[in-house]
Structure formats: structure tokens, C-alpha cells
């Protein structure tokens, strides 16, 4: 992997620059990334050329497609696309979850199968995770994988399988034994065509529908799609969960759900509040608040990077990405707070003519914004993390 400095990475930069400028579709210019599975034609092209060349995942190894480059190569990538008002189009669960954990835990051949088709973007993948009867405690999860001798019969049910309805694969837990708790689950993958599996979309209060009920009803996954150890799974997952809980937060500088479309927090400030005669935001109040919330914003971008760059050592899960995670989601919980705020009656609008895109994106975003404190392990269950294994607290018994 290469690792330019000084002039090398400005020399990068420029070809970077160069490379963006001759394929980015200026029609894209300023849109965020498409939701669905239905692209335009210069949305497939802007696909198809950064997944060739590899940069939607950077620092992944050139073997498997993925750009191969340094930390700080990526980083001015990130710069330069921002700089174009390009987005990269490559993303998903496959990029911030599943991608990263095969990488570690995986086999050469499921390498070379999964790995290609996430760098091209050509795969949705899903995360079958969570059910009715096992949330906070997902080590009490209850889907049945049977051994058939060359592929696993799987029954059971998942919840809040984001994607589900549109996924080509899931990675999923489990029970492989059903008279052990964590030393009894699998990991494995998926095909989410096959007959016995359907998808639930679940609308929520934002008008939306990013999650499904998914049921599993003689689903079957071939031996060869079993990730690590048999009734090894409960690893691998808290490895896969540090990589969500760094995606949710955005600390490793992707935009995770219920981020803010269009203007930026300051330029909405600007634009529906208003300066004084000094240059200054006309209400003071606001200012305070606003100048505190990014100055927050910024320290925990800044703390994101320096805990990536740790995280390139380490061989197992860091609890660091539920420190970043809880203070992600409420830096972001703020930020759509304040731009509610800041639009005033303009940030109340479900739909209509009388408002702009970016308003009704507002208080859809705000209402969303509200589920990262659960999502990837509640609040709670990241601050009991950060108490044992950060801070080295005891655990204490309630007597009655």
C-alpha cells in the first residue's frame, strides 16, 4: 500500500482531481446518493467508473478490487469529491459492515467471491441481526440453522433488517447449538432470492421505509457460506458491530442515516436567520448554541480519524467505537435538531410546493435522527461497554 507525503500526496491529489473532474456526471453535481436500486443512466456510470477504479473503498486491498491506498490517500479522495460536489456511490452495509469483517475473518475463496462485487457496487447486502425476541440482547437469538449436511436449513425471523426488500445477500446469526448461548451461533450468508425468504418493509414515522420483518422458512445457505468457526459467530459479529458502530456515528467520514441533505447547518443559519451589522448570526442565543454544536462536531471528526488510524492495529474489537457511536448520535441528533429550529415554520412541511426539498428533508431527518441512539446497540448497552471494558468498572448486583 503506498503512502505518499508531501509533494507525492499533492501530485496525488491532482490526479485525483483530474480523475473526477473527466468522470463525475456534472448532472450528479450537489445531489446526494441514490436510496434505491433504480439508478439513471449517469448514476450507473458514476458506478460503474469509481467501482472500477477502485476508489469507493480505498484502502482495501488491490487484490480483491478496492484501491489499495493509504490512509491519507483516501482522505484527499474524500476531499476531492467533496471539492466536486460528487458523492461516492459505493456504500451500503457491504462497505461499512460486512466488507471490513469478511476481509479479516473470511476464507481466500469467499474473499475473492464477496469481496469484487461490494468494490464494483453490484451487491446489496442486509444485516439479520436483531429479532422480536432477542434486541439489546442479541445473544438470545433463536433462528435455527440445521445441518443438512452440505448446506444449513434455516427457520426463524429477523427485525429492523435495514435494506432487507432490496438486498441481493445477508450476513446473518444463527443458533447452531441450541444448548449454548454465544458459544452456540453461526455466521453465515444468505441468498435473499431464493424461495422461503421474504422481506417485510416497516414504515416509520418519518414517512419512510429503511426496515423489514424478515422471515426465513426453509432458507437454506450452502456449508461454504459459514464465515469463521462453526458455533464461532458471536466473534465474528462483535467484530462486524465495532464497523456499524463506527459507520452509524460517521466517524470514519461517510454520511450515516439521518444525516442533513443539502445546505449545511451554517448556511441554513445564514440564509433563514440572518447577520447583524458585525457579519455576525442576528440572534445570539442561536449563535452560541450553533458555534458550541461545531465545535463539538469537529473534535469527535477529529477523534473519529485518530481512532481509525488505531484501529489499523488492533486484532479484535475496539470498545472505542461505542464511545464514538453514542457521542455520533448525538452529535447528530443536535445537528437536526437546530436546522429544524433554524427554518422555523419553513422546517414543519410534510410536502408541497411552499417547501423546498432540504425543508421537508428536515424534519424527516430530525424524526430519524432520533433511532441512532438504538441502532447498532442502544445507548445503554454502549455505555455498560464503556464502563467494563474502557473505564474497568465492576460490575455491581442489586440487592433486594
Known amino acids: 500500500m503506498a503512502d505518499f507525503g508531501g509533494a507525492d500526496l499533492e501530485a496525488f491529489r491532482a490526479e485525483a482531481r483530474d480523475w473526477i473532474a473527466a468522470n463525475f456526471p456534472a448532472s450528479l453535481k450537489g445531489r446526494p446518493a ?8 449517469d448514476q450507473d456510470a458514476w458506478r460503474k467508473a469509481m467501482g472500477e477504479k477502485g476508489w469507493g473503498v480505498p484502502t482495501w486491498p488491490s487484490q480483491y478490487g478496492g484501491g489499495g491506498l493509504s490512509r491519507a490517500e483516501a482522505a484527499v479522495i474524500a476531499e476531492e469529491l467533496a471539492r466536486a460536489g460528487a458523492y461516492n456511490p459505493i456504500g451500503g452495509m457491504g462497505v461499512i459492515m460486512f466488507g471490513p469483517t469478511l476481509l479479516e475473518y473470511g476464507d481466500e475463496a469467499q474473499k475473492q467471491k464477496h469481496i469484487p462485487p461490494i468494490v464494483r457496487g453490484e451487491v446489496r447486502w442486509c444485516q439479520g441481526f436483531s429479532e422480536p425476541g432477542a434486541g439489546s440482547d442479541l445473544a438470545g437469538l433463536q433462528t435455527k440453522a440445521e445441518d443438512k449436511g452440505d448446506h444449513f436449513l434455516i427457520n426463524g425471523s429477523k427485525i429492523w433488517t435495514s435494506g432487507a426488500h432490496l438486498a441481493d445477500m445477508c450476513f446473518c446469526l444463527v443458533r447452531t447449538d441450541p444448548t449454548k448461548k454465544h ?3 453461526s455466521f453465515v450468508m444468505i441468498d435473499m432470492h431464493q424461495p422461503g425468504v421474504e422481506a417485510r418493509p416497516i414504515r416509520l414515522i418519518n ?6 420483518e424478515t422471515f426465513f422458512t426453509d432458507a437454506k445457505a450452502p456449508k461454504e457460506n459459514l464465515v469463521g468457526p462453526l458455533n464461532g459467530g458471536w466473534t465474528v459479529a462483535k467484530r462486524l458491530l465495532q464497523h456499524e458502530r463506527q459507520g452509524i456515528s460517521g466517524a470514519g467520514g461517510g454520511a450515516p442515516p439521518g444525516s442533513l441533505e443539502g445546505p449545511t447547518i451554517t448556511e441554513l443559519a445564514k ?3 440572518g447577520l447583524d451589522e458585525t457579519g455576525r448570526l442576528a440572534d445570539p442565543d442561536l449563535r452560541r448554541r450553533l458555534t458550541d454544536h461545531l465545535m463539538e462536531e469537529r473534535a469527535f471528526q477529529l477523534t473519529g480519524r485518530r481512532a481509525a488510524v488505531e484501529n489499523r492495529g488492533n486484532s479484535g474489537p475496539s470498545a472505542a467505537s461505542s464511545v464514538l457511536k453514542n457521542v455520533g448520535s448525538n452529535v447528530r441528533t443536535e445537528k437536526s435538531e ?5 427554518l422555523g415554520c419553513q422546517g414543519l412541511g ?7 426539498r432540504h425543508e421537508v428533508a428536515a424534519i424527516k431527518t430530525m424524526l430519524r435522527s432520533k433511532a441512532g441512539k438504538i441502532a447498532g446497540g442502544s ?4 455505555l455498560n ?11 455491581t448486583t442489586q440487592k433486594g
Open 34 to 41: 441514490p436510496e434505491g436500486r433504480e439508478l439513471s443512466p
Open 183 to 185: 458459544e452456540g451461533i
Open 207 to 212: 414517512d419512510t421505509t429503511p426496515f423489514c
Open 271 to 273: 440564509t433563514y436567520v
Open 338 to 342: 437546530l436546522a429544524v429550529e433554524i
Open 350 to 356: 410534510w410536502g408541497g410546493e411552499a417547501f423546498a
Open 379 to 382: 445507548w445503554e448497552v454502549q
Open 385 to 395: 461497554i464503556i464502563s467494563k471494558r474502557i473505564l474497568g468498572l465492576p460490575e
